[in-house]
């Protein structure tokens, strides 16, 4: 096995994934990942006490698997990173907690992490990574930011969601549907059915100058359009696409003018919506058409993910951060607040 001289444990649990990774200065080493999906399927959303209870049933034998899938032993690890915040208040004190004893019991730092630096740094742990500076678009269940990404730990918020986020408006949109939960996955499906021509839905707050977004009304949209028509699976598939196409262009809109207005001429995309297939082809063309390049995290580093955190943690650690032995954890959190200080 290769030796690592730093290796971070990250965990994750601010909603309703349990992730665990191992990352260390050669690499990602391994991860896993258990989803609470199937749990929270027969209430039709996350339940957040029944989120908390089952990470912190499965965060250790989660993180024992990690160890003996990547063949490490624990006094190889150098540091702990967990998510502290933004996310459901229960789950973040789960993995906090877990993670603040195992770093007190093995006299390692830990660091916590905020989720959205996870998500936007995902890309990074691909073959070919971004180089900075460059625009980053989160669209996740509860952020749609654009942000300016200088360096790790060194962002600018251009725009955000006033209302909605996208992914929200994804699972509410489903949600009005009968499509089930998780709403994202569920509407792209059944999208794809659906024919372009039928519904033509507004791209909100496109038509004035600035980078924010709204998408509350696309949900209402959805609903009028649902209520004037027989809802049949022609009709619900031809309204999913319709919505889709209309969160997918209003963010190809907005990418385009933020990287128009800062100069730049690289995108990166993170959040459980960058899976989205419609979305990623509509960046695509709205890249080539502008010479930007795009990257987006694998598959299954678009939603919530160990490994993320576990880098974000990596990078944080060795700019010589690290926690105080108090517990802390912040269901709200600016990322904005985030960057770290030259002097460090
Ligand atoms: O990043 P994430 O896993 O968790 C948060 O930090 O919120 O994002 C979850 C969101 C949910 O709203 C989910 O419906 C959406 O991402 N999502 C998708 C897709 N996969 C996940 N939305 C559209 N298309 C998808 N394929
Ligand atoms: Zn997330």
Not at 22 to 39: E, F, H, N, R
Not at 67 to 75: D, P
Not at 182 to 193: D, R, T
Not at 312 to 322: P, S
Request: net charge negative; proline share 5%.
């Amino acid at each position: 096995m290769i030796k690592h001289t730093h290796l971070v444990l990250g965990i994750e649990t601010s909603c309703d994934e349990t992730g665990v990774a191992l990352y260390g200065d050669k690499g990602l080493i391994t991860d896993a990942l258990y989803s609470q999906v199937k749990m929270h399927e027969e209430y039709g959303g996350v339940v957040p006490e029944l989120a908390s209870r089952d990470h912190v049933r499965k965060l250790i034998p989660l993180i024992s698997q990690c160890l003996a899938n990547g063949g490490i032993s624990r006094s190889d690890i150098t540091g702990i990173a967990y998510t502290a915040g933004p996310g459901l208040v229960g789950a973040l004190f789960a993995g906090t907690s877990v993670a603040r004893s195992l770093a007190y019991a093995w006299g390692i730092p830990s660091v916590g992490v905020h989720h959205m630096e996870g998500h936007l740094l995902a890309p990074m742990l691909e073959s070919t990574p971004p180089n900075f500076p460059f625009v980053a678009l989160l669209v996740s269940g509860g952020h749609t930011q654009l942000i300016k990404v200088t360096q790790v730990g060194a962002y600018e918020l251009l725009g955000e969601s006033l209302d909605d986020a996208a992914g929200e408006a994804f699972d509410k949109t489903a949600k009005l549907l009968n499509l089930g939960y998780p709403g994202g996955p569920a509407l792209a499906a059944c999208a794809k059915e659906g024919h372009s021509d039928r519904f033509t839905f507004p791209r909100p707050m496109t038509n004035r100058p600035g980078l924010d977004f709204s998408f509350s009304g696309l949900k209402t949209f959805a609903l009028t359009t649902s209520q004037q028509n027989e809802l049949d699976n022609q009709t619900r598939a031809d309204i999913a696409r319709a919505f889709e196409e209309a969160v997918a262009d209003t963010l190809a809109i907005k990418c385009k003018r933020a990287l128009t207005q800062t100069g730049l001429s690289t995108l990166v995309v993170a959040g459980g919506v960058s899976a989205n297939k419609h979305l990623r082809a509509t960046l695509n063309q709205m890249g080539s058409d502008i010479g930007a390049d795009i990257f987006y995290p694998r598959h299954d580093f678009c939603t919530d993910n160990g490994a993320m955190i576990a880098y974000a943690g990596y990078q944080r650690l060795m700019a010589g951060e690290h926690d105080e032995l108090n517990i802390k954890v912040r269901p709200r959190w600016p990322l904005a607040e985030l960057n770290i200080p030259e002097s460090i």
